[in-house]
C-alpha cells in the first residue's frame, strides 16, 4: 500500500486518520493487518509533510500494518513549487519518486523472501 498525504496544521488529514481507523478493524483480521505499506508527504512548510507522515506511520502501524520505515519522500514547499508546473514535470521530483518506488519495491522484496528464508532454516 502506499499513502501520498499533505500535512494538515502539523498532522495528516482527518479524513486519512478515519480510513486509516476503519480498515483497521477487526484488528488482527483486517484488510491492512500485515500488509506493507510506505508513506510519502508533502506540505506548504519546508519539512514537507514529515509530521503528518510520522502521524500516518504510527497510526498505521498501531492498526496493524507493516510500516516500511526505511522508504521516505518529503516534498516541501509544494504550494509554491508546483504552482506553475505539474510535479511530473519537475526532473527532481520525478528522480526522488522513482528512487522511493526502487526502495519501496526492495524492501517488499526482502518482505517476502523473509518468509522463505526462515522456512528452509526450519
Same mark, same amino acid.
Given at each position: 500500500?502506499?499513502?501520498v498525504?499533505p500535512?494538515?496544521?502539523g498532522?495528516?488529514?482527518a %479524513?486519512l486518520?478515519?480510513?486509516?481507523d476503519?480498515s483497521?478493524?477487526?484488528?488482527? $483480521?483486517? !484488510?491492512?493487518?500485515g500488509?506493507?505499506v *510506505?508513506?510519502?508527504?508533502?506540505?506548504f512548510?519546508?519539512y514537507?509533510? $514529515?509530521?503528518?507522515? %510520522?502521524e500516518?506511520?504510527? !497510526?498505521l502501524g498501531? *492498526?496493524g !500494518?507493516?510500516?516500511?520505515e %526505511?522508504t $521516505?519522500?518529503?516534498?516541501?514547499?509544494s504550494m509554491?513549487?508546483?504552482?506553475e &508546473?505539474?510535479?511530473k /514535470? /519537475?526532473?527532481?521530483?520525478?528522480?526522488?519518486l522513482? *528512487?522511493?518506488?526502487?526502495?519501496f519495491v &526492495?524492501?517488499? /522484496?526482502?518482505?517476502e523472501?523473509?518468509?522463505?528464508a526462515?522456512?528452509?532454516?526450519a
Amino acid at each position: 500500500m502506499l499513502i501520498v498525504t499533505p500535512e494538515h496544521n502539523g498532522t495528516m488529514p482527518a %479524513n486519512l486518520k478515519n480510513a486509516i481507523d476503519w480498515s483497521s478493524r477487526p484488528f488482527g $483480521v483486517s !484488510a491492512i493487518s500485515g500488509k506493507p505499506v *510506505a508513506i510519502i508527504g508533502t506540505s506548504f512548510a519546508q519539512y514537507g509533510g $514529515v509530521w503528518a507522515q %510520522n502521524e500516518a506511520r504510527k !497510526a498505521l502501524g498501531i *492498526a496493524g !500494518a507493516k510500516v516500511i520505515e %526505511n522508504t $521516505v519522500l518529503a516534498v516541501p514547499n509544494s504550494m509554491v513549487r508546483f504552482a506553475e &508546473t505539474h510535479p511530473k /514535470d /519537475d526532473a527532481e521530483i520525478v528522480e526522488q519518486l522513482r *528512487a522511493f518506488l526502487a526502495e519501496f519495491v &526492495t524492501e517488499l /522484496d526482502a518482505l517476502e523472501a523473509a518468509p522463505a528464508a526462515e522456512e528452509q532454516a526450519a
